[in-house]
């Protein structure tokens, strides 16, 4: 089954670099490829998606980028924000299949 | 802006008794889902449901577990004997359809003591 790795694990900025984070998925099949956020005592939040059919999606500060070939996608946050602090979650599926396998986590800090 | 919603937010129960888990999912979702994270661990796929039905499920799901929508708004997990490991949070999601966005719950903390 797919398998999601994600680093790194805790990410420190300062307010205003960009941050990024990586995952790889073992599973060629996959195509949808979710970025969520989720804040203490929240549950996930969905903040960008992409498909296998496009490279890159930009949604305001946020972009993500997909290398199909080398089964890796990138979430890229730039001009960080404190209100950007929060543990950021990769995930990966099949079209058609609902098992949606998520990365471990990145934690991330934006000092101000 | 409409959300899933979840309760009870914590619940504690000793081994071996029965809990369920609610949650109420967007209203004109179709598809619902059932995740668990154990604390510092990731967020882990249990089962998705369609038309009244079990559509997928994970290798977690074992026959402890079942889930239910018992009128036209709830969807519940039900562990019928609970154990130690089964501490976690529980988070339900919802989505349009079966490629659609899936919207997350605030959880259930499960604790079994």
């Known amino acids: 089954g797919e398998n999601v790795e994600q680093h790194p694990s805790t990410l420190s900025v300062q307010e205003g670099d960009s941050a990024v984070i990586k995952c790889t998925y073992s599973d060629s099949a996959s195509n949808y490829f979710p970025w969520y956020k989720q804040e203490l005592g929240k549950g996930p939040q969905l903040i960008i998606d992409i498909r296998s059919n496009v490279g890159e999606k930009k949604d305001q500060r946020i972009a993500v980028t997909l290398n199909k070939t080398a089964k890796h996608f990138s979430l890229h946050i730039t001009e960080t924000q404190p209100e950007d602090s929060a543990v950021y979650f990769c995930?990966?599926?099949?079209?058609?299949?609902?098992?949606?396998?998520f990365g471990a986590g990145t934690r991330l800090t934006v000092k101000p | 802006e409409p959300e899933v919603t979840q309760t009870p937010s914590h619940q504690v129960t000793q081994m071996g008794q029965e809990v369920i888990l609610r949650c109420v999912p967007i209203s004109n979702h179709l598809y619902f889902y059932w995740y668990r994270q154990i604390l510092g661990q990731k967020v882990e796929f249990l089962v998705s449901?369609?038309?009244?039905?079990?559509?997928?499920k994970s290798e977690i799901f074992d026959d402890q577990f079942s889930v239910e929508r018992p009128d036209g708004s709830n969807f519940t997990l039900k562990i019928r004997s609970t154990k130690l490991e089964d501490s976690a949070m529980y988070f339900c999601a919802s989505s349009v359809g079966q490629e659609g966005e899936q919207y997350f719950g605030p959880g259930t903390r499960l604790t079994v003591t």
């Open positions: 449901f369609y038309n009244n039905e079990i559509s997928e």
């Open positions: 995930a990966a599926s099949r079209e058609g299949n609902n098992d949606m396998r």
